[in-house]
């Protein structure tokens, strides 16, 4: 898994690019996604953080993540007013995670700032595999 990421970001060469799966129901598309153990949160969503924290911790403690580690775009940084990395990192108790390789990134997902950062933490967690 780690080579196609590498040679997929090599293509990218930081340059802006969408990326789309496509595939009739019942292909894979969504095991696919799965294996990416990629959370967003919306950073100016403070009435759900809870409900994201309780769903993210269900999903931690399924068997087949067990061993995933954890990117989560803090989106909508762009937005006056919303919750910090800091705050948001508090409010879902990251530090508490101690079994799962986790990163935290801003990002603003309208104009692609701080995703490259996301991925690249990412792609340094699968080279270490």
Do not use: P
């Amino acid at each position: 898994m780690g080579i196609l990421f590498t040679r997929i970001w090599r293509l990218f060469n930081h340059q802006e690019h969408k990326v789309i799966i496509v595939g009739l129901d019942n292909a894979g598309k969504t095991t696919i996604l799965y294996q990416f153990v990629i959370v967003v949160v919306d950073s100016t969503d403070r009435e759900r953080i809870s409900v994201t924290r309780e769903e993210l911790y269900k999903m931690l403690a399924h068997e087949d993540l067990r061993k995933a580690g954890l990117l989560i775009f803090a989106n909508k940084q762009d937005v006056k007013e919303c919750m910090t990395v800091a705050e948001i990192s508090q409010f879902l108790k990251l530090t508490s995670i101690k079994d799962h390789q986790w990163h935290i990134q801003a990002c603003c997902a309208l104009t692609g700032e701080g995703l490259c950062q996301g991925l690249e933490w990412m792609m340094s967690r699968l080279k270490i595999r």
